[in-house]
């Protein structure tokens, strides 16, 4: 079992910045790639942005610029440095990792965070 925790949501105000965590823990696995997913009230959950072991990074166009996506393998931590942030980036932010266990039935296994909530707004 796989836990994810996200840390670093908040209040800030249009134009700012906030730099989100998430960091994946447990037994008999191996991350293969992290993500940022987020859903705004009233929609969709959308993508935001991956990261894969091997560093190959993947925006959604509404944030490419803006949103940077790093990682720690040796942490299995994950970082989203948003920056010029805007009041439609308000939302839920949930990490992603999609594991790949290293105990029978060895398989690739997605997981998800709670989530933290981002709020723009002056």
């Known amino acids: 079992q796989v836990q994810l925790v996200e840390s670093g949501g908040g209040l800030v105000q249009p134009g700012g910045s906030l730099r989100l965590s998430c960091a994946a823990s447990?037994?008999?696995?191996?991350?293969?790639?992290m993500g940022w997913y987020r859903q705004a009230p009233g929609k969709e959950r959308e993508f935001v942005a991956s990261?894969?072991?091997?560093?190959?990074?993947n925006y959604a166009d509404s944030v490419k610029g803006r949103f940077t996506i790093s990682g720690d393998t040796a942490k299995n931590t994950v970082y989203l440095q948003m920056n010029s942030l805007k009041s439609e980036d308000t939302a839920v932010y949930y990490c992603n990792a999609v594991v790949l266990t290293t105990i029978p039935p060895v398989r690739y296994m997605p997981y998800w965070g709670k989530g933290t909530l981002v709020t723009i707004s002056s």
């Open positions: 990261i894969m072991r091997s560093g190959g990074t």
């Open positions: 447990g037994s008999a696995f191996s991350v293969n790639a």
